[in-house]
């Protein structure tokens, strides 16, 4: 009888350890959005992908698991590399919203691996190949940043804008803070690169964000034409 129960027990525990393991995965994704103009400014050598020149528009960068503590997960599994047949459907949307700019050009198809292989396999406990790439699209979709931007009076136009007005016109729209990654442009202004918005392991809200990358942008920073 107390072997049943001392088993029982050990089993219950070993089960809640399990779940454990499982559900600490990861604490939160960072969805990482590029403009283009700036990619191609900071590294000088961009080169448009072989189908074409991305529209005027933020493009993604990436959907990475991370933890509370500012570290995160990488290459969590080689034994599921990116499949593109898993896919198919998407390719079009990727095309248009994750366009790959590093030289040569490419298809993207290089890039969407990479982005998987490093960060997509850290949240397979929650995401398929499918669904991590399809939440990655529909949340561009539905977070809107150029349109809340330009809503803003916020454009991409060479012109300078308070990093404040460009959180707040975010924050404003989304409920929760952005963080805004600059570079440095040629002359030594601070200029706009990406923007950040966590969401939560689950991938269906908008979070604050728990730690922030580190790095600053100046409290006036240019918004590039592409
Ligand atoms: P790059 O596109 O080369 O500018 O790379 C972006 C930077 O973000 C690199 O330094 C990466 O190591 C870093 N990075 C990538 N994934 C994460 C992550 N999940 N959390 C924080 N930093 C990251
Ligand atoms: P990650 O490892 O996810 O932090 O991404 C960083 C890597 O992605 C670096 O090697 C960057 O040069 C590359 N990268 C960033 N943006 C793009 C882009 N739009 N097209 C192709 N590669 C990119």
Not at 29 to 58: L, R
Not at 81 to 100: C, K
Request: glycine fraction near 8%; hydrophobic fraction near 30%.
């Amino acid at each position: 009888m107390e072997v049943k129960l001392n088993l029982l027990i050990f089993s219950t525990v070993l089960q809640c350890l399990l779940v454990l393991c499982v559900a600490q995965d990861f604490d939160f994704f960072y969805f990482v959005q590029q403009w283009p103009g700036t990619y191609c400014d900071t590294d000088q050598s961009c080169c448009y992908p072989t189908y074409g020149k991305p529209a005027s528009d933020f493009g993604i960068h990436g959907l990475w698991p991370n933890y509370n503590d500012g570290s995160y997960p990488f290459n969590c599994d080689s034994s599921n590399p990116f499949d593109e047949s898993q896919i198919s459907d998407l390719v079009s949307r990727m095309q248009e919203h994750w366009p790959s700019l590093s030289c040569p050009s490419s298809n993207g198809t290089t890039f969407w691996s990479h982005e998987w292989n490093k960060h997509g396999t850290c949240s397979e406990s929650v995401l398929n190949q499918h669904a991590y790439f399809k939440l990655a699209l529909d949340l561009k979709d539905n977070l809107g940043i150029l349109q809340i931007l330009q809503g803003a009076g916020i454009q991409p136009d060479d012109g300078s804008y308070s990093l404040s007005s460009l959180k707040d016109a975010i924050k404003g729209e989304i409920g929760a803070t952005p963080y805004i990654e600059c570079s440095t442009d040629s002359s030594g202004n601070s200029q706009l690169y990406q923007i950040y918005v966590c969401v939560d392991t689950s991938g269906s809200n908008v979070i604050e964000c728990p730690v922030t990358p580190s790095g600053k942008c100046s409290s006036s920073i240019v918004f590039p034409s592409f």
